[in-house]
């Protein structure tokens, strides 16, 4: 298928202490690419398990991790890459996730007796961002005390300013200005230099919106640096803009001159692949199937030019991608057929090379193959192939993915009717509604399969009963209790609609943005809850519209709605306060807001299931009116 803080560390003799459960590293000043050696022992006697994973830059990977337990202790070692600058772990205890009283538990890695560069950085990120697949909640002040460290131990990291003054202005939008300001004053008393200075100078004038001081600063520095890195990035984005493939073959060559001996290209030099996929990208735009092979020939995007490293991993997404193109558009299924077996495999290897490994390293992994495993089997299963696409199925649902995504789960389905009996897959599908985890698809093969002396609606109502129970479960332990940030934001009539008016209500918050695509995929499911609710006075459904960038949203988006006939109020988020006040990482994600005010549950993602996402929103509606 194709489918993105800070912590108080008291020093006792050689390890760094936690609060909470009880939680120390060795040695006291742990550095990336020797062994590190973590204690846990939870707050009370439960079993626990302890994930790990590193910040490369700002990028997260899974750890390798073994771990033992010893008089009630966790005793774990990981070695993190000599690239990595940051580690934070995922404790679980008694099957609920260990927070560290909402600070999480992490640590920086040193070099020559000081943390490294770029460590707080990554651990910034963390309060921002990653922290709350461990329990931790977004904190913006958090992240804004590592960026400040990182400032303090590298003061020449000039980008690490405007981290800060951009934390700065979503915390306190009139200190923030202030600061922008100052910073606006230090930089010009220092003198434009370089054309990263003008860079940097213009960010800052982009906080503050002053359109015409940007333009002007980008007038100068053309004029100051006439061959400067602006202007190849002008031609790598024209290049990309392209659509005449003749046009970007010849463009393509030229760039890959360049990068042989201008700087300017430096990036480019040593990785092909990303200028030559953007040949493949418009060709899936213009869906010209044909032609696919004899560009990837010619452009040596195939497994025996690109053999392993990152450029592999890039040409298993692009294959992957193309080929789930190319099954949706139903074109040349025999190519499909070969790139998606060629991503699935390459995946597959990778499984294999890391048997032995910890669950937290083979998770991902096993995931990724899930994913392409999905789109070889959808192709195998248009091309009649059933047998085959079976077993690929079989593994990536049942054996890797744990049933745990509807679509996937519905080729599945489709497979599984073909090649086995009735009474072999029917409690398989059965089990995939109970756990919430099924979709259209699998309802129709039920039904079109359904011999009980009980009517079908009957039958099905029973399941999704089962299946309600399970998700009310599961809801419960998620219930929240917090003040919902206040707004007061307008709507396509014009109109101003503010949290405060809507109390006594129960509201449904939704964050979403025309070029999301989980968010569009989501909306057909939040127009049948909404409508479920429409004669219910108390319900109030709102879709917040947040982090456009285009220059004519409100027409953009009034056009999308009317184009999708959806009768939402829709309002404006125009300068991303209030998706900021709310912590939003990703969206599309939904609050539960009570008649109080209060933020009581928090719905992140779509699950490709309209009819899970109905049952979702009905129940946290009715838990908490």
């Known amino acids: 298928m194709n489918t993105t803080k800070f912590l108080t560390v008291f020093i006792l003799l050689s390890v760094q202490v936690w609060a909470q459960g009880e939680f120390t590293v060795t040695p006291e000043k742990p550095e990336a690419g020797k062994e590190i050696t973590i204690t846990y022992k939870p707050s009370s006697n439960v079993p626990a398990k302890i994930q790990a994973y590193e910040f490369r830059g700002v990028i997260q990977q899974a750890l390798d991790i073994s771990t033992k337990r010893t008089a009630g202790k966790y005793v774990a070692t990981i070695k993190p890459d000599t690239s990595a600058t940051f580690v934070y772990f995922q404790m679980t205890a008694g099957g609920a996730l260990d927070n560290n009283k909402g600070d999480g538990y992490t640590i920086e890695l040193y070099r020559n007796g000081k943390p490294r560069k770029n460590a707080n950085i990554a651990k910034a990120y963390f309060y921002q961002y990653f922290g709350e697949e461990v329990g931790v909640s977004s904190d913006k002040e958090k992240a804004l005390a590592s960026y400040k460290k990182e400032l303090d131990l590298y003061p020449e990291n000039e980008s690490v300013r405007l981290s800060i003054l951009q934390l700065e202005m979503s915390l306190d939008a009139e200190k923030g200005k202030q600061l922008v300001n100052e910073e606006i004053t230090r930089k010009r008393s220092l003198g434009l230099n370089k054309e990263d200075d003008y860079n940097h100078l213009s960010r800052l004038y982009s906080f503050l919106k002053d359109k015409e001081q940007i333009d002007k600063l980008t007038l100068e520095k053309k004029e100051k640096f006439p061959n400067g890195m602006w202007a190849a990035q002008e031609e790598v984005n024209k290049f990309s803009a392209e659509q005449d493939l003749d046009k970007k073959m010849s463009m393509l060559k030229v760039l890959e001159e360049n990068a042989k001996t201008d700087p300017r290209y430096a990036r480019y030099k040593d990785n092909k692949v990303y200028l030559r996929s953007e040949i493949v990208r418009t060709l899936t735009s213009a869906k010209k199937w044909d032609a696919v092979e004899k560009y990837l020939n010619e452009l040596e995007l195939t ?281 939003v990482s990703g969206i599309p994600t939904k609050f539960i807001v009570d008649k109080n005010g209060a933020v009581r549950f928090t719905s992140i993602g779509f699950s490709g299931s309209a009819e899970k996402l109905v049952d979702e929103i009905s129940l946290m509606i009715d838990l908490v009116k």
Do not use: H
């Open 303 to 583: 497994p025996d030019k690109i053999k392993e490293g990152e450029s592999r991993e890039i040409l298993g997404r692009m294959y992957n991608s193309l080929a789930w193109n190319m099954y949706e558009d139903g074109k040349n299924l025999d190519l499909a057929e070969k790139l998606a077996k060629v991503a699935t495999e390459d995946q597959m290897a990778k499984i294999t090379q890391a048997e032995g490994k910890s669950e937290n390293v083979l998770k991902p992994l096993k995931d990724s193959y899930s994913m392409y495993a999905d789109t070889y089997a959808a192709v195998l299963l248009k091309a009649g192939k059933y047998q085959q696409g079976f077993d690929i199925a079989k593994v990536s649902v049942l054996d890797y993915s744990g049933g745990n995504y509807p679509d996937y789960n519905g080729i599945y389905a489709q497979l599984a009717e073909k090649v086995l009996k009735q009474e072999e897959y029917i409690p398989q599908l059965e089990k995939f509604v109970v756990n919430g985890k099924s979709n259209e698809l699998i309802k129709e093969i039920l039904q079109r399969n359904y011999k009980g002396a009980e009517s079908f609606d009957v039958y099905y109502s029973k399941l999704g009963e089962q299946a309600k129970t399970k998700m009310k479960e599961d809801l419960l332990k998620k219930i929240e209790n917090k003040p919902a940030p206040k707004f007061a934001l307008s709507n396509l009539d014009g109109s101003q609609v503010s949290l405060d008016e809507l109390k006594g209500k129960t509201v449904v918050v939704d964050f979403w943005a025309t070029w999301c695509g989980p968010c569009i995929a989501s909306f057909p499911g939040m127009k049948m809850a909404q409508d479920k609710f429409k004669d219910d006075p108390n319900v109030k459904f709102v879709f917040i519209n947040s982090w456009e960038s285009s220059k004519e949203v409100k027409k953009e988006v009034a056009e999308f709605i009317k184009k999708g006939a959806y009768p939402f109020d829709v309002l404006f988020d125009l300068d991303n306060k209030v998706i900021e006040s709310y912590g």
